[in-house]
């Protein structure tokens, strides 16, 4: 054999097949999971030709899978929505719920930190979802549970995500949390109870992010008849009539008041205005019998009573 037909040979065995061949073949191989093997080269709709080669062939146009997907991953969309794997991510949630319940049921409520807290008192508003990212938001977004609770329905509509149903959770959690803390000072005398008192004040107004005015009208035994907001205003101000407080507690049979009101601002020292509000009340008051006790400032943090610093 000479040294041009050894060449020849050589390129012989090494030549590939050109594309039109590869297409005009019986079939390309499916590798996809399933595959007998393999499947008719792709044609035009309508037509029995295979498609005709050209430079602009894509990798598309010799596996036309039908997804949108790679082809490693087709049947995905499939598989996650099937009925057994959507029951298995509820599973996973129910098994995290119980993992919580059990927590408490066994190490105490304060063994969990507070979105967690949060997490599961929003169970009741979402029985089926993730609450966990909701929790952590509405801590983000108000940063703390007190304030998250005192949060006004406004505010909380506000937050991506948050419904009427957990607005409705959030508000009956904070009524929850004043009746417990108004139960120890409505039922006894309240000037014997008087640490008791400055917490429930703190509790139901000291989060309140625009000033509220509130009275709490005593009978002669200086226990709670009524406890009403007579005014909210703004975060520096709130616009009293001592007429109608007195009107009020005379309507009551109210003997004596407490004022109290909160300062947004954190800082409960009282201002002119406070002072000079808290002179007409006395008048309008005293001129009818009935006694002031004390003017309350609140705030998230601290109290201050006027009467202590002799302004009453």
């Known amino acids: 054999m000479t040294s041009d037909d050894t060449e020849n040979k050589n390129k012989n065995t090494n030549t590939t097949l050109p594309l039109s061949d590869i297409r005009d073949g019986p079939g390309l191989h499916d590798m996809r999971p399933g595959a007998t093997g393999f499947r008719p080269a792709p044609t ?17 146009d010799l596996f ?6 790679p082809p490693r991953l087709s049947g995905l969309n499939e598989l996650t929505s099937s009925p057994v794997m959507t029951s298995a991510f509820d599973d996973g949630k129910k098994g995290h719920r119980e993992r919580l319940r059990q927590r408490v049921l066994t190490k105490g409520a304060d063994s969990i930190a507070d979105y967690e807290l949060l997490e599961m008192l ?7 979802g993730d609450t966990k990212p909701l929790a952590k ?5 108000f940063g703390s549970l007190p304030r998250i609770f005192a949060a006004s329905p406004e505010q909380l509509k506000a937050v991506p995500k948050v419904g009427e149903a ?26 014997g109870s008087w640490q008791a008192l400055l917490e429930y004040c703190q509790g139901v107004m000291g989060q309140k992010q625009v ?90 943090s601290e109290s201050t009573s006027m009467k202590s610093l002799g302004l009453l």
Not at 168 to 180: F, T, W, Y
Not at 261 to 275: R, V
């Open 122 to 128: 929003l169970f009741a508003a979402s029985p089926r």
């Open 211 to 300: 000033e509220h005015f509130r009275v709490l009208f005593l009978n002669n035994k200086n226990h709670l008849i009524a406890d009403e907001v007579q005014q909210t205003g703004t975060v520096n101000h709130t616009a009293v009539y001592p007429r109608e407080v007195v009107k009020r507690a005379l309507e009551l049979g109210a003997t004596a008041l407490i004022l109290v009101h909160n300062h947004p601002s954190g800082d409960t020292t009282p201002s002119k205005a406070d002072i000079s509000m808290t002179g007409e009340i006395m008048s309008a008051a005293t001129a009818l019998n009935i006694r002031v006790h004390d003017h309350i400032i609140v705030s998230a």
């Open 137 to 141: 938001m509405l801590l983000r977004e």
């Open 44 to 60: 035009l709709s309508g037509a029995s030709a295979p498609i005709p080669p050209s430079q602009d062939t894509s990798p598309e």
């Open 166 to 191: 957990a607005i409705a959770i959030l508000k009956v959690a904070e009524v929850l949390g004043q009746k417990l803390l108004r139960e120890k000072v409505e039922r006894s005398n309240i000037l």
């Open 64 to 69: 036309p899978f039908d997804s949108d997907l």
